[in-house]
């Protein structure tokens, strides 16, 4: 199965630790999100990379935050200094963008989550 | 007021009740989705509309451009479709982020 992976599953840590996650996309998918999910919430966006490139950040990524896309290829997010409202679901998506071209459906395809736990 | 929205947020049926839940936006948009999220996390594209209707077995998905409304639908519905049904779109404006509603979490009952 060649889906979208995120590592770890689970994470648990103290207020004021760094945490990093993982993300590998579809191999062939160029866009790459990051989307956060509290409790009883719909997701919300983060940020977004075409290939390398981050083209948008949300509000919600404070400063804190940091995400990258160094080849154009798996991605990282690391939360710095965390606290205990970052506890939530971290989903990852990829999506292929054809810029107009056959294949550019913009149906994005979401990993299992790491589900982040400050205490 | 958020973009999306979805109703009701929450729904209990019996096995073979026809399930209707119903998403409105207040943007312009390129496409809307109806996404599963089972417990656990995992989110699987069910639908993806910009006009018309569309079928998969015994999902139906419609979608209005004008009244900015669409509408999922169960037939005969089974307790393994106990999920949560999310409506997101991607705006006109060309980003193609998904603002998401804040899901409707059906129950089925046997």
């Given at each position: 199965d060649t889906g979208v992976s995120q590592d770890p599953r689970h994470k648990i840590t103290k207020r004021g630790q760094n945490v990093t996650f993982r993300c590998d996309p579809i191999?062939?998918?160029?866009r790459l999100y990051w989307y956060r999910q509290t409790l009883g919430q719909g997701p919300e966006f983060l940020t977004y990379f075409q290939n390398e490139a981050q083209l948008e950040k949300s509000r919600l990524l404070s400063d804190r935050f940091s995400a990258e896309r160094p080849k154009g290829s798996f991605s990282t997010l690391e939360i710095q200094r965390t606290e205990q409202g970052d506890s939530a679901m971290y989903l990852c998506a990829s999506s292929f963008s054809g810029m107009g071209l056959?294949?550019?459906?913009?149906t994005q395809y979401f990993g299992p989550g790491t589900r982040l736990t400050v205490l | 007021k958020n973009e999306v929205e979805q109703s009701p947020q929450n729904l209990t049926a019996q096995e073979g009740e026809f399930i209707t839940i119903n998403c409105s936006y207040s943007v312009g948009i390129s496409a809307l989705h109806w996404l599963q999220q089972h417990p656990g996390g995992g989110i699987v594209s069910l639908f993806m509309l910009s006009s018309g209707k569309k079928k998969h077995g015994r999902l139906i998905a419609t979608i209005n451009i004008q009244e900015k409304h669409s509408s999922l639908h169960i037939t005969a519905?089974?307790?393994?479709?106990s999920a949560v049904y999310i409506c997101a779109v991607s705006k006109?404006?060309?980003?193609y982020k998904y603002i998401f509603g804040t899901g409707t979490r059906l129950k089925v009952l046997a």
């Open positions: 191999s062939e998918h160029n056959a294949g550019d459906t913009d | 519905s089974h307790p393994r479709d006109a404006s060309g980003t």
